[in-house]
């Protein structure tokens, strides 16, 4: 993470050297007022009156002033200027610690984002040139915290593409390296198809209230594995949804990962189903798991965007989705060959899958012998 104070206390460092100062402080701007946010040279004093205070902008004030007038402020002494005066700015004043102070806004793309404030201890204003110097320290923690903000913007837009989209695209879609990796790449993936059983008689008697309330169950119970178990989704399409594995990541073991997955969603389905069924819902579990290369990038039209796969390894996954029958997790030569040391599997024999010119070998997956790598 961007680390701000580090930054904003090396201007301070600086500039209470370079000018000979003490007493820098770095406001950080919040609304209509500024509150400390780091410092250099700081007496007790000082902290007992500014901590965890907020200080209304204001002309009254110094570092108000420049604020509001965008533009360095000095006074050349501040007993003098505040005498008679309320507030935190006349109490500091009234220590009579501090007699010459010199403010300079940080302005960023003509936003004040915070002030810069140092003072002498006896009566001796800044030179023209200390000021210039004290500008550009000002402008590099303006930069600072501009870069600080875009970075929690960015955080903040990941976090809630995150809602619509797989983490992992969300992410991607964020990062630097996305624009290039969007343009489209090359790279073999583990596909895994899963849908409903009996959906569509179910949805054609159901009322629409009972067919929304059965897919959020069961979207929510499989989204928490496929986050568990490093599944990149490609997209819901009512009781369907398409996952793949060890892209925009690397995943180690990615068709381990995917059988995993599958698996422990053919589980967790069985507890989902005990309920269903109560209410009289008949449903059934069933995927199909391919492994192979696929092209991977942004596909679709300006204001509507995706993030896809394409390839037969994405085709021969959806297919034999189609032939597994409840309960069943169907798995392609490739993947059967990867996993067959950690998976019981089982051969299904030959399928002739449309699409495909000659009959395609098929494996179920039972049951796991041991665990897919854990995630990190």
Known sequence: AFDLDTVLRTVASRAARLCRAENVVIWRISGDSYRFAVGEEIRPDFMRIVEGRSL????????????????????????????????????????????????????????????????????????????????????????????????????????????????????????????????????????????????????????PEEVLGVLREYQKAMGELIVAHRGTLEHFAGDGMMVWFNDPLPVDRHELQAVTMACAMRERFRDLAGGWQKKGYELGFGAGIATGYATLGRIGFEGRYDYGAIGNVVILAQRLSAEAKAGQVLLSQRVQAAVESEVETGTIGDLALKGFTRPVPAFEARAVRSAAPATS
Not at 67 to 79: F, Y
Not at 145 to 158: G, M, W
Request: hydrophobic share 45%.
């Open 56 to 207: 209304t902008i204001g002309p009254d004030t110094i570092v108000g002033r420049a604020v509001l007038e965008r533009r360095p402020v000095q006074e050349a002494d501040i007993v003098e200027y505040y005498r008679g005066a309320s507030g935190p700015a006349a109490e500091i004043a009234r220590l009579g610690i501090y007699r010459t102070l010199l403010a300079v806004p940080l302005v960023r793309d003509e936003q004040v984002l915070g002030v810069i404030s140092l003072t002498h201890t006896k009566v001796q204003p800044f030179t023209d040139d200390e000021i210039e110097l004290v500008r550009t320290f000002a402008d590099q923690a303006a930069i600072a915290i501009a870069n600080l903000d875009l970075f929690e913007t960015v955080e903040r837009q990941r976090q809630e593409l995150s809602r619509f989209l797989s983490p992992q695209i969300a992410a991607l879609v964020a990062s630097e390296q996305g624009a290039k990796m969007l343009e489209g790449h090359r790279r073999q993936i583990t596909v895994a198809f899963l849908d409903l059983r009996g959906f569509t008689a179910f949805a054609e008697t159901a009322e």
